[in-house]
């Protein structure tokens, strides 16, 4: 039970929050990384909008070309971080 009350105490999730967007901000592979999350996050909001009177083609493609660069970009930063974080354990 020490455990969940520690879990649940304000100065260890404030630790965790800063310990998670410290490693984010110091490693360029987590950079890389949370990059492709945004590129996801643009494609997915390009795929939802519709231009004037057009039926938004273009922007399906557009939508489709960052959702695979995102991706692809998640999948590195994430794969080569993996593999350098265990190799340090």
Same mark, same amino acid.
């Given at each position: 039970?020490?455990?969940?009350? %520690? /879990?649940?105490?304000?100065?260890?999730?404030? %630790?965790? $929050?800063?310990?998670?967007?410290?490693?984010?901000?110091?490693?360029?592979?987590? $950079?890389?990384?949370? /990059?492709?999350?945004?590129?996801?996050?643009?494609?997915?909001?390009?795929?939802?909008?519709? &231009?004037?009177?057009?039926?938004?083609?273009?922007?399906?493609? &557009?939508?489709?070309?960052?959702?695979? &660069?995102?991706?692809?970009?998640?999948?590195?930063?994430?794969?080569?971080?993996?593999?350098? &974080?265990?190799? $340090? $354990?």
């Amino acid at each position: 039970m020490g455990s969940t009350q %520690r /879990a649940n105490d304000p100065e260890t999730t404030s %630790r965790f $929050r800063e310990t998670v967007l410290d490693s984010i901000f110091d490693s360029v592979l987590l $950079r890389i990384a949370a /990059a492709g999350a945004v590129f996801v996050a643009l494609g997915a909001v390009l795929n939802g909008v519709t &231009w004037g009177s057009g039926d938004g083609q273009l922007m399906g493609i &557009w939508a489709a070309i960052f959702a695979v &660069w995102g991706s692809g970009l998640i999948l590195t930063g994430l794969g080569l971080y993996s593999i350098i &974080w265990s190799r $340090r $354990r």
